[in-house]
């Protein structure tokens, strides 16, 4: 059986997808970009900034699936430019504690220009 997961304390898909779906003992999060789901806008002008509101909207997306940081087994890390890797890590290292296993890619370009987009798999049992 699948459940959708939404939450207005995160932005709203901006497609034709959910902001997760549990699977079993699993919750599978697309990937959150920096918007705040308040305005509607892009928060931050730079990667620091960015990555904190990244982290802000996961934590709402595993908050509604009844998890926290400490449950992500796996993420997968977009940035627009390596050369933010060492200030996007700094933040990173602050919600993810337990050290998941990560993937972190640079790519050409992310939806709506922004530095980064991060999703995440978290296993949901104690």
Known sequence: M??????????????????????????????????DPATGEISGSDITEQAEQVMKNLGAVLAEAGADYAK??????????MADFAAFNAVYEKYFSEKPARSCVAVKQLPKSVLCEVEVVAYLKE
Do not use: E, N
């Open 72 to 81: 992500v087994v796996k993420t997968t890390c977009f940035l627009d430019d």
């Open 2 to 35: 699948l459940t959708k997961i939404a939450t207005d304390k995160a932005p709203a898909a901006i497609g034709p997808y959910s902001q997760g779906i549990v699977a079993g003992d699993f919750l599978f999060s697309s990937g959150q970009i920096p918007i």
